[in-house]
């Protein structure tokens, strides 16, 4: 027999279990062990009265118990007639007065005979199963209940673990009986109804019946993972949190979806409109919620249900009713980051605001602000005008967006797309409650990393401003800080006040542009359409090409992890020609492009080294020899392009078959070649810009740090970044040699005068950036590169150096690098000013926290006093201890923090004293 069971009779073991009834026991038959139940040993429950029977009976408790086995006919237990029974005996025979009654705890389903109090005061039943700690599943004729034990566990599960209501119960059934789970009674209705009320009982308890704080700048997201499935039985629907929690009251949102409409959308980023398609078997597609930045809390009536997909009405609701719960027209102005703000923002007066259904306060200021998460993902003048790096105020801003907090409840997608809609939102609003529990726990270490992390990031922008802040002369700092002082004024009422941190170049007509543009040409004028996509195509297959072949020459095929990697990329690579292939074959069906030739592209590489002694770029023989020897490790692919079938070769050395580089030009391409010769000279013009960015962002490490030019490459961080820029640099310069190559062999190279053969030293370091002190400085000449004007292809004209079209500068001279410093400059000092506000406001947060818990100590205090019974004022205090430790906790760890200081007072413990018998 294992040392953990003991073997007693059956009446000590009633006697043992009388203050535990729902101990797992098991019986002894004489060669092993079952499982038994507790009531066939007369073990009882009696309410009232601490456990003995009500003195209506007349009887004391050992004949109570002796009574129940006579009625259960358990007295003399035959183990031979639970042989056949797969449940072991676990029903109870039926009783008189509803004595019968199932019990779910954590460890299995029970039945247990519960006798209530019949006195003349005592309450009802369902009052006296609450007071000894069993929750009833209905206020009248109960017959299950649960033991506060298993929803506090079933709470836990569910927000923690997202266990679903059915799971739970499934594994409750397999903990009662493993071999025959469906013996047990389910219980998941039960559950689900006496869980919504349990959970929001101890909401109204541990809140003070709805207590809550404003919170400040509340960014918003929506998630179409969250969504609700149509239900035919439309159940009646009980919302327990309609409007007190973090949902917006349902006759609200009914009310307003009827009055308001959506203004049309914008074409402004650089993505499509939002799309959203409904089918008909769901009833919700998400919601939009708004949050607390930092935090990442979810704000109190910050939440509504998308019905149509992401709408500005639904989103329009959840900022008001965000603004009205936290008080935010008490504060001077609000931040608003959405991730699509460049669109919401445009007509957002004309559905929010006096007279209309929904309001902001008046005397708040709006500031709308895309999280850095999209913002990179939108055009380039939306990084100026809604990137919270330009904010003053705003900090290095964390948890602006809301995916990180999606992910967290997403897990529960789709357990809650079946529920009722009242059981949703009671299942939603505990996530939400426990999240922002978990962050309060947990937002102390956070403050003290963020902390460490604001301080560095400081002294590190200060750092590199200070470098930056000594090139440019007094009155241009002056006047680009006058700049950003009245862009940051005039962003209120309009965004495009921001343009003056962005370039005032103009760059031209991108390949992407001119692509667009010629896709609608196509479409307009009635060419044959898909021309500019195949080329387009073409050319990305070329420079992906060169990337691939560069990426071998540096990698060290010895390795398997390498070689795998390069054979993916083979892979993709030969699949995407494939395609394109099968492109040129629908475009141009008369032709056979297998039986065509042309010309492979021949290297294309330029030493961008600044001290050819010491040549490091791969024009080396060394870095040539190790190229050889890596291409004779990958095994060459079948080319379906390649003028003979039989041949092998690797994707990155097939011949793209364009026009430019066919031997023989059939007639009907006379006209592509036309329109490739436009998008090369688009090419060549975005690698030549490419290779001024990274010239100048070169010039600008080296002015951070001359040994870096000098060869004395000793700080490993710089080293690697200078090795960066140089092969982007060198990528960029192949680019533009492709580009170049196709237009001398197309013979139109001469044509455009304003591009030329890129040689080493047009793509050293401007010296007169990092070293302006240097001997015959003063006769140094511009690179050309700098000089170079994309020609206006929208318009047919081309601006020649010296002239100027309207609105922004054409680079030439000396402009582009002014300019180049000038944004740096502003960069730079936004970044300077956003490291110093994060530290200020984190610094602040540590006190403001210390500050809320002792707040949420003198509430509770403040309830103690209040309290109507020994048992409110017992449950105050323990939550004012719960609060006075945390604070107490987080002060004695910020106090270690370096150059922290929290000035507030923890109230000391109140002293233990021993309490009255009849208290």
């Known amino acids: 027999m294992p040392s953990w069971r003991r073997r007693v009779s059956a009446r000590q073991s009633a006697r043992y279990h009388r203050a535990n009834p729902f101990h797992r026991i098991e019986a002894w038959t004489g060669s092993m062990w079952i499982p038994l139940w507790l009531w066939r040993l007369g073990t009882i429950i009696c309410l009232g009265h601490h456990g003995a029977p009500c003195p209506r009976y007349d009887t004391s408790l050992d004949e109570l118990e002796e009574r129940m086995l006579r009625l259960t006919g358990s007295g003399q237990m035959d183990y031979a007639t639970l042989s056949e029974d797969p449940t072991f005996g676990f029903a109870m025979p039926l009783l008189g007065d509803d004595l019968a009654m199932t019990v779910a705890h954590t460890n299995r389903m029970h039945q247990v005979p519960v006798f209530s109090c019949q006195c003349d005061n005592a309450p009802t039943k369902d009052i006296q199963l609450l007071r000894s700690g069993l929750y009833p599943s209905t206020s009248k004729n109960t017959k299950t209940v649960f033991s506060i034990q298993l929803l506090k566990h079933f709470q836990l599960m569910l927000v923690d673990g997202h266990v679903s209501v059915e799971k739970y119960m499934a594994i409750l059934c397999r903990l009662t009986n493993y071999v025959f789970p469906g013996t047990v009674p389910d219980r998941g209705r039960e559950i689900t109804r006496t869980w919504q009320q349990y959970s929001y009982v101890t909401t109204l308890k541990r809140h003070g019946f709805g207590m809550s704080s404003a919170m400040l700048r509340p960014p918003s997201n929506g998630n179409f993972g969250l969504n609700h499935k149509f239900r035919a039985d439309l159940e009646l629907v009980v919302l327990l949190f309609d409007g007190c929690g973090f949902f917006v009251e349902s006759k609200k949102v ?362 490091a770029c791969d024009l080396s023989e060394e870095l040539r020899t190790l190229a050889r020897v890596n291409m004779a490790q990958v095994k060459p692919k079948k080319s379906s392009l390649s003028t003979d079938a039989s041949t092998m070769e690797n994707p990155e050395d097939m011949l793209i078959l364009l026009p430019s580089a066919v031997h023989t030009l059939p007639p009907y391409w006379v006209e592509v070649l036309d329109t490739e010769e436009v998008l090369r000279v688009a090419q060549a013009h975005d690698a030549l810009e490419e290779v001024r960015v990274h010239v100048a962002h070169k010039s600008y490490l080296y002015r951070r740090d001359k040994g870096l030019a000098t060869g004395h490459r000793g700080r490993a961080t710089q080293y690697n970044q200078i090795n960066d820029v140089e092969r982007s640099l060198q990528q960029a310069v192949r680019r533009y040699g492709l580009a170049t190559w196709v237009l001398k062999k197309m013979g139109r190279f001469e044509q455009h005068a304003e591009l030329k053969d890129i040689q080493n030293k047009d793509v050293r370091a401007v010296t007169s950036v990092w070293d302006p002190n240097a001997r015959g400085e003063r006769d140094t000449e511009l690179s050309w590169i700098f000089k170079a004007v994309r020609p206006n292809v929208a318009s047919g004209s081309s601006n020649a150096p010296g002239q100027e079209d309207q609105g922004k500068k054409d680079k030439t001279g000396e402009e582009y690098i002014d300019d180049l410093i000038r944004i740096n400059w502003i960069c730079a000092r936004s970044r300077k000013d956003r490291w110093e506000e994060e530290l200020k406001m984190v610094e602040s947060e540590m006190e403001w926290y210390v500050r809320y818990t002792l707040h949420r100590t003198l509430c509770a205090k403040q309830w103690a006093q209040d309290a109507l019974s020994p048992g409110h004022k017992a449950y105050a205090m323990h939550q004012a201890d719960m609060w006075r430790r945390l604070g107490s906790h987080a002060k004695s760890l910020f106090a270690k923090t370096p150059g922290v200081k929290v000035d507030v007072d923890i109230p000391v413990p109140d002293p233990v004293v021993k309490l009255d018998s009849d208290a």
């Open 254 to 615: 009914a009310r307003h979806l009827l009055v308001a409409k959506d203004t049309p959308d914008v074409r402004h980023g650089s993505f499509p409109p939002l799309q959203i398609f409904i089918l008909k078997s769901i009833s919700l597609t998400g919601e939009d919620m708004c949050l607390t930045p930092g935090s990442e809390r979810e704000e109190q009536a910050g939440t509504v249900d998308l019905q149509k997909g992401e709408r500005q009405i639904n989103m329009d609701l959840a900022l008001s009713e965000a603004c009205d719960a936290t008080k935010a027209g008490q504060t001077l102005g609000l931040r608003f980051a959405y991730d699509i703000n460049c669109q919401y923002c445009v007509n957002f007066h004309q559905r929010v605001g006096p007279g209309k259904p929904l309001s902001i306060p008046e005397n708040m200021a709006l500031l709308f602000v895309i999280g850095l998460f999209h913002v990179h993902g939108h055009k380039e003048e939306c990084l100026a005008r809604y990137a919270p790096t330009f904010v003053p105020g705003a900090g290095v801003c964390s948890g602006e967006i809301g995916e990180s907090l999606w992910s967290t409840l997403n897990p529960i997608a789709n357990m809650i797309r079946g529920m009722t809609l009242g059981h949703r939102i009671d299942t939603m609003e505990a996530c939400m409650r426990d999240n922002n529990w978990k962050k309060v726990l947990g937002m102390v270490y956070w403050l003290i990393s963020q902390h460490k992390r604001a301080k560095i990031g400081s002294k590190d922008a200060s750092d590199d401003f200070d470098k930056l802040d000594k090139t440019p002369p007094d009155h241009l700092r002056q006047q680009w800080q006058a700049d950003m002082e009245k862009a940051n004024k005039g962003r209120f009422h309009d965004p495009k006040a921001m343009d003056v941190y962005m370039s005032a170049i103009d760059k031209g007509e991108a390949l992407q542009d001119v692509h667009v543009r010629l896709m609608r040409e196509e479409r307009e004028i009635g060419k044959k359409r898909g021309i500019a996509k195949w080329l387009s195509t073409g050319f990305k297959l070329q420079e992906d090409q060169l990337k691939l072949e560069s990426q071998i020459l540096h990698s060290n095929m010895q390795l398997s992890s390498k070689v795998i990697v390069i054979e993916r990329k083979h892979d993709s690579l030969l699949r995407r020609i494939k395609l394109w292939d099968t492109m040129g074959d629908e475009l141009w069906e008369q032709l056979d492009l297998s039986s065509s030739s042309g010309d492979r592209v021949p290297s294309l590489d330029t030493c961008i080294c600044e001290d050819q002694t010491t040549c």
